[in-house]
């Protein structure tokens, strides 16, 4: 094998696998919608093309001259069907793969029986597997249950459970029982599968070595955490009222946490070893997976976080016949450029927003209320920032570093909303400071909210900037 694409490297698993096969020796081409997004990465010697598994007539150039693919690309998070997108990308994806000669396909599932009336979460990720195999090219399909590793969206959930809830009212479906897998273990089959031409048009099953009920999984990392955690069982909390709770306690927004908790009811094991036979790779007990997801955590060493290949849809304004409308700080100061380029690189996450911290928080409350991703996705790293970041209830869309950052709105609103800080010299010697909210109105509610906004816009962005370049100066 000697070019490798991998399909969804802007993912959790897809971010950690590039560096390893680029390690291992082989040329990497990564599949992206948004190039500009793996652009940020310190990836050398990777080869990135534009493409959307949705827009098939973008996928033949991107597999011309591959060897093997990897596919990991997952459409839940999106608004309407995903299982339908799913399919159809899978599909779109395959017939390039065949049409372009690609000589094999590996993909990772999800565990789970047919026989136990599958998740649609869980159904959509095996019929991915079989749609890709219908086209005729060898696939590896390795199925997995929840992965535990820094930045993982199941590791979160259950993270922030026990962190903030020293007693637990659970439904039934914590007693299910699943094989949760270290990411490291994850990786390590992926590039193990792709080098063993035995595991070529076979689906393998791969989890660790313990068998464990989700209550066990909480138990377990409040005593890794060195917490205490009582566990009261009711027979009444349905999946949707559970990922309600999941949307307003953990991270994890409504749109990922439903399908998420709907599997949770079935069973996630191993039910052959063969996998264990053929690729023999020593796998990581679960709670000493859990200490160093927590101490990557604590160290702001995350890799990659679910965050990353969230793509949650702002309603598009673009052909909107509505002016963009703006509210412009500037702002002359003494304090270098880099200075204040340095405060507003390190904006939202635990630092906050430098004002009115309470107001953007009861923002982000009422967006999760209705079923936006909300402020407590943070950030990936305390100071550092790239290209396709989640950053509260914004996305990181542009950044120059020294120069500008640019923020993208994903919170619920009637149109598209963006924020900007740019810094630069002046001829005086001093440095200029912009700060800029903009917002496309996709409607005529879009600009009756901005205009109800702008008493609060201006108190609290006028009094961001001015605190801003207050910290600069200190």
């Not at 962005?461 to 100066?473: L, T, Y």
Request: proline share 5%; net charge positive.
């Amino acid at each position: 094998m000697k070019k490798i694409l991998v399909a969804g490297a802007s993912g959790y698993v897809g971010s950690r696998l590039v560096p390893r096969l680029l390690q291992k020796g082989y040329a990497v081409r990564c599949l992206a919608r948004n190039p500009e997004k793996l652009k940020s990465r310190a990836w050398e010697g990777v080869e990135i093309v534009p493409g959307d598994v949705l827009k098939p007539e973008t996928l033949l150039p991107a597999l011309q001259n591959v060897d093997a693919a990897y596919y990991l690309v997952h459409a839940m998070g999106n608004s309407g069907d995903f299982s339908e997108r799913d399919a159809l990308s899978a599909r779109n994806f395959a017939q390039a793969a065949k049409t372009a000669g690609v000589r094999r396909i590996l993909y990772l599932g999800g565990l789970g029986d047919q026989g136990e009336r599958l998740s649609e979460h869980l159904k959509s990720r095996q019929e991915v597997g079989a749609i890709l195999g219908e086209s005729g090219v060898p696939v590896t399909e390795l199925r997995a249950s929840i992965i535990i590793g820094s930045g993982s969206a199941s590791f979160e959930i259950i993270r922030d459970l026990v962190k903030k809830l020293p007693l637990m009212i659970t439904p039934r479906w914590v007693n299910s029982r699943c094989q949760p897998i270290a990411i490291r273990d994850v990786l390590n089959y992926l590039v193990g599968a792709l080098e063993e031409p035995r595991t070529a048009g076979n689906i393998y099953d791969i989890g660790g070595e313990e068998i464990l009920t989700y209550a066990d999984m909480m138990r377990l990392v409040a005593e890794v955490l060195g917490k205490k955690l009582y566990i009261l069982h009711v027979p009444v909390l349905t999946p949707r009222l559970s990922a309600y709770w999941l949307n307003l306690v953990t991270a994890v927004p409504m749109s990922i946490a439903f399908p998420l908790v709907e599997g949770l009811r079935n069973d996630t094991i191993c039910r052959d070893r063969r996998i264990r036979e053929i690729l023999p790779i020593s796998l990581t007990p679960f709670k000493e997976a859990v200490a160093r997801a927590l101490a990557s955590e604590k160290e702001a060493h995350v890799e990659s976080r679910w965050t990353e290949a969230s793509t949650y849809e702002t309603a598009e304004a673009a052909g909107a016949p509505f002016r963009l409308l703006k509210d412009e700080q500037v702002i002359s100061t003494n304090a270098a450029p880099a200075q204040v380029f340095q405060c507003f690189q390190r904006i939202g996450g635990d630092a906050g927003w430098y004002y009115a911290d309470w107001a953007w928080k009861f923002r982000g409350l009422l967006d999760r209320l209705i079923g936006g991703v909300g402020m407590r996705r943070g950030r990936r790293h305390p100071v550092e920032l790239r290209v396709g970041d989640a950053l509260d209830f914004w996305r990181v869309e542009e950044i120059q570093p020294g120069k500008s950052l640019k923020l993208r709105a994903e919170m619920k609103v009637p149109g598209v909303a963006w924020l900007e800080f740019k810094v630069a010299e002046s001829g005086a010697g001093k440095t200029v400071f912009t700060q800029t909210a903009s917002f496309k109105p996709a409607n005529w509610l879009g600009v009756a909210y901005w205009y109800a906004m702008t008493p609060m816009h201006f108190l609290i962005f006028r009094n961001m900037a001015r605190r801003i370049v207050q910290a600069a100066g200190r």
